[in-house]
């Protein structure tokens, strides 16, 4: 199967970025395939507010924020939330836990956390799912994920979802994949996110995404998907 790419939507640190910074060659990539009329997302768990330390922003044409719960365009400074605010008796619940971050939509700590904020939202019988990424434990309104909010940037937008590659590396990304017409796991993604991969990138992290990019490129945006590739070596 065959189809020609509209929209790459790619996570940020760990796919994009490594420790919150982007290769050179990852910058290129990305600019190369801008040139060539592709439409460029970020799709993170990250708030608008913690995006302002996200290098090179300014590429993007959209972000799909706070794991689904916002969207955003940077060159607009636009916002639209996709969801409530955390409620305050769920912020109550967990206002022990250290530390917890607070969106427009999600709410987020770390682990060893994952259980209390489970039983916090079991206790004030609110309709949250629990999102992990990594060390990473993301609460959001349920029905909200990477693939939701996607779906909704890509209705306003006129593309189609089997028009979009997913690019990710944890747990959270599988939801991305589900909403493109071929999930890419990098190199260094998590087993449980490879198994769902179309395709498995010989390079880590930003340099796994160049190399997709590259492969674009060569097939004028024209991504076929073939067997699924064994786990990296």
């Keep these: 199967m065959e189809f020609r ?23 290129g990539a990305l600019k190369r395939l801008q040139k060539c009329g592709c439409v460029l997302i970020l799709a993170t768990g990250e708030s608008i507010k913690e995006l302002e330390e996200f290098p090179n922003l300014d590429l993007f044409d959209a972000v ?15 916002e639209r939330e996709l969801g409530p605010p955390p409620p305050q008796r769920l912020l109550v619940a967990l206002a022990h836990v250290e530390p917890l971050k607070t969106g427009k939509v999600i709410l987020s700590t770390k682990q060893p956390h994952e259980q ?6 079991r206790r004030c019988c609110v309709d949250y799912e629990i999102h992990l990424n990594r060390e990473q434990v993301m609460a959001v309104p349920a029905g909200i994920d990477k693939g939701s909010g996607l779906r909704q940037l890509l209705a306003n937008a006129g593309i189609a979802c089997d028009q979009v590659i997913g690019i990710g590396d944890a747990e959270n990304d599988q939801a991305l994949f589900q909403a493109c017409g071929c999930g890419v796991a990098v190199r260094n993604a998590l087993p449980a996110l490879r198994k769902h991969a179309d395709y498995v990138t010989r390079a880590a992290c930003g340099k796994g995404v160049a190399e997709v990019i590259e492969r674009l490129l060569k097939a004028d945006l024209t991504w076929r998907v073939g067997q699924r590739l064994k786990k990296p070596a």
């Design 116 to 121: 209390e904020v489970r039983e916090a939202i």
């Design 64 to 78: 799909v924020a706070e794991d689904g719960g916002v969207l955003y365009w940077p060159s607009t400074k636009i």
């Design 5 to 27: 790419v509209r929209a790459v939507a790619m996570d940020g640190d760990g796919t994009l970025t490594k420790d919150g910074e982007m290769e050179p060659e990852t910058v």
